[in-house]
């Protein structure tokens, strides 16, 4: 039902239909776009990093070929390595008894959801078109890379206050994207346990980004300092004494990492000690192999089958994306998540195992 609710993959189209005047509501309100029009819980907000809306998004800095991409794919699920994952939150996986029960897991083999995807076809084409801008100006602000993939412009220059608006509307269309898809989630859950998503206390742990630069404040050289936090591979992990969130105050943010839908991901807390590392941290195990070395090591029909005896399901757009994102094409999760832990720059709270996947 998950599959059929959520499309998945390449060009896919969602059930929210949105004209352009919407679409620009989309991304200038981030999340509260989903309050307004039944998609969220007034909860889901709070749980979510800046509270699902990235401030100076501007529209008019977003091309029509970004919108026109952008504008079916509130709802779908990426290709790649997005997905939708159930999983099981087992008694002998979490470390943190008192973290997980404030995140919300206190339950014996406690079932949880977890959703990766963002901005789709709309995030790709704003950054392709700003690339090609950088690529035109750099030589005007004496700036000289070696790969044309790193472009760029200074922050204070036109076209990158104009990119860091174009980008905010990116942003904030991922947390809508995110958002509804929840509340699909929900709704396939609620119909098939002929029960509420509140009864069933479906409630939103935290929704945080990857792959995104934003204006935070952070101590260099004993004074705060407004600065440009760019996080490539990386997600915020901010401590307690950084969250305003009642919950979140005590234990700090909840920090999400993708291990493979054969071995299971994590769910971390955010320390005070990750100042060290401007409040980063890893956000997933990262690849082993290359897509196209996975495929010649694993085909995709026999990798179903494989997880299928191990009691772990799996549905995707195609047997070639799922031979992608076998396990093997992964590090070992246990030692990403042990290296952070062990530098005290965001703590094991819950191992979470896979048992069924939605992949694009």
Not at 85 to 96: G, P
Not at 198 to 212: G, K, Q, S, T
Not at 333 to 354: F, H, T, Y
Request: with cysteine.
């Amino acid at each position: 039902m998950l599959f059929d609710r959520v499309p998945a993959g390449v060009g896919r189209k969602g059930f929210v239909k949105v004209n352009n005047s919407k679409f620009r509501d989309v991304m200038i309100m981030g999340s509260r776009w989903c309050l307004d029009n039944g998609f969220a819980w007034k909860e889901d907000i709070k749980r979510t990093e800046e509270c699902g809306c990235i401030s100076g998004a501007d529209p008019d800095k977003v091309s029509d070929r970004a919108v026109k991409r952008g504008i079916s794919q509130i709802g779908t699920l990426g290709s790649g390595n997005h997905y939708i994952e159930i999983q099981l939150a087992r008694q002998e996986n979490v470390f943190d008894e008192k973290t997980a029960k404030a995140f919300g897991i206190s339950k014996p083999d406690q079932v949880c959801i977890m959703i990766h995807t963002g901005s789709r076809g709309f995030g790709h084409q704003i950054a392709s078109d700003y690339l090609k801008i950088f690529l035109s100006v750099m030589s005007r602000y004496n700036i000289k890379i070696l790969d044309k993939e790193l472009a760029c412009a200074p922050y204070n220059s036109n076209e990158g206050r104009d990119y860091f608006s174009a980008m905010a509307c990116a942003a904030n269309m991922a947390f809508v994207n995110r958002q509804v898809i929840t509340h699909r989630v929900r709704e396939c859950f609620s119909k098939i346990f002929n029960s509420s998503a509140e009864d069933l206390e479906m409630n939103l742990v935290y929704d945080v980004a990857h792959n995104i630069a934003k204006i935070e404040e952070h101590k260099i050289d004993g004074k705060n300092k407004k600065v440009l936090m760019h996080r490539k591979g990386a997600t915020r992990c901010f401590g307690p004494s950084r969250m305003e969130h009642p919950v979140f105050s005590k234990s700090g943010q909840p920090v999400i990492v993708g291990g493979s839908m054969e071995t299971g991901s994590f769910l971390l807390a955010g320390t005070d000690t990750a100042e060290v590392s401007f409040c980063s941290t890893a956000h997933g195990s990262g690849r082993a192999l290359s897509r196209a070395q996975a495929k010649k090591q694993v085909r995709g029909k026999e990798l179903k089958e494989k997880m299928l005896e191990k009691g772990i399901y799996v549905k995707s757009a195609s047997f070639s994306g799922l031979a992608e994102e076998a396990g093997l094409a992964y590090k070992d999760i246990n030692e990403v998540v042990g290296v952070m832990d062990k530098a005290g720059i965001s703590k094991k709270v819950v191992m979470l195992k896979p048992i069924g996947n939605v992949k694009g």
